[in-house]
């Protein structure tokens, strides 16, 4: 068994998995809207910044939690913005649970994972 040729055909799966062609269509639909990809990309950079402080043990600021609220209270009033967003988790979803399954095999433990190993 060749690892490359089967990664790429995990890769190929991947794309042709229904998840990722929805969420590959709706990218694209939001990316002809440069001020909601603005601030979509601000509303990202913020939970990232949320799990990186709660990564490290930082308490989370009223402030930052009140900005992340509204930004994610604005994306979902837009039917697509909505639409983009339920398809991205959706897609981080089957992708963190291909994650998992790799890490399962190779007996690692990754945050995240919920392993013990």
Partial sequence: ???????H????AIRESEEFK???ELKKKMAENP??????NDFQA???EIQAKQMMGEPLTEELT????????????DPLSAQYMQC?????????????????VMGISAPGFGNNG
């Fill in 1 to 7: 068994m060749n690892v490359y040729s089967e990664a």
């Fill in 46 to 48: 913020r939970q990232f």
């Fill in 66 to 77: 009140a900005q992340i609220q509204e930004l994610g209270s604005i994306m979902m009033r």
């Fill in 22 to 24: 929805q969420y590959d």
């Fill in 35 to 40: 001020a909601m990809m603005e601030m979509l």
């Fill in 9 to 12: 055909n995990l890769a190929k």
């Fill in 88 to 104: 991205e988790v959706r897609f981080q979803i089957m992708m963190h649970d291909v994650y998992k399954i790799l890490a399962d």
